[in-house]
T-cell receptor, first 110, second 117 residues
Framework: NAGVTQTPKFQVLKTGQSMTLQCAQD?????MYWYRQDPGMGLRLIYY???????DKGEVPNGYNVSRLNKREFSLRLESAAPSQTSVYFC?????????FGPGTRLTVL | AQSVTQPDIHITVSEGASLELRCNYS??????LFWYVQSPGQGLQLLLK??????LVQGIKGFEAEFKRSQSSFNLRKPSVHWSDAAEYFC???????????????FGDGTTLTVKP
């Protein structure tokens, strides 16, 4: 039972490159989230998915797209990476009254 | 709109001393409050949470927090700090579990705790 897993753990991109951050969960939770964490700041919600087939914008969605491929997987795509997207990205699920976080992906955009 | 303020960016305490980390929130209805801890390079670990009931909540690792509605505060405390408590601590507020937006938490900017030997 791995909980919430994220790949890759680290990534370096050049400005303008694209990439997809992967998130998977084995807890059968309906709700999934993508957050970013910048130095000196808390987590900010990028996108979330209340259930399979639905997605919605959070606080900072610009420059990102998401796909809820199935109940297990929720991916975050950067179409044209910018230095302002350098951050640590966390995926999370939610069930009952508790949020479960993945270990994070550290992304650097040069 | 919901928001969280953690007034202290950095706190230093001596090992064995008591600790209090401050958290003030803004939320239009009954809030659901959390404290998380994050060690360097790690994800977030839930310390404790509060929605209703006794306003003094016990969590893991010997932490507790007190909800004060009149002050819109949810301060985290520990009677005696250990060196392993050095980390970053985040307070968060969100809709209650029965709300359709449950899980959409807003986080404070965090307080970094340094423990002196």
């Amino acid at each position: 039972n791995a909980g919430v897993t994220q790949t890759p753990k680290f990534q370096v991109l050049k400005t303008g490159q694209s990439m997809t951050l992967q998130c998977a969960q084995d807890m059968n939770h309906n709700s999934m989230y993508w957050y970013r964490q910048d130095p000196g700041m808390g987590l900010r919600l990028i996108y979330y998915s209340a259930s399979e087939g639905t997605t919605d914008k959070g606080e900072v969605p610009n420059g990102y797209n998401v796909s809820r491929l199935n109940k297990r997987e929720f991916s975050l795509r950067l179409e044209s990476a910018a230095p302002s997207q350098t951050s640590v990205y966390f995926c999370a699920t939610y069930r009952g009254d508790t949020q479960y976080f993945g270990p994070g992906t550290r992304l650097t955009v040069l | 709109a919901q928001s969280v303020t953690q007034p202290d960016i950095h706190i230093t305490v001596s090992e064995g001393a008591s600790l209090e980390l401050r958290c003030n929130y803004s939320y239009g209805a009954t809030p659901y409050l959390f404290w998380y801890v994050q060690s360097p390079g790690q994800g977030l670990q839930l310390l404790l949470k509060y929605f209703s009931g006794d306003t003094l909540v016990q969590g893991i690792k010997g932490f507790e927090a007190e909800f004060k509605r009149s002050q819109s505060s949810f301060n985290l405390r520990k009677p005696s700090v250990h060196w392993s408590d050095a980390a970053e601590y985040f307070c968060a507020v969100g809709p209650p579990p029965y709300n359709t937006n449950a899980g959409k938490s807003t986080f404070g900017d965090g307080t970094t705790l340094t423990v002196k030997p």
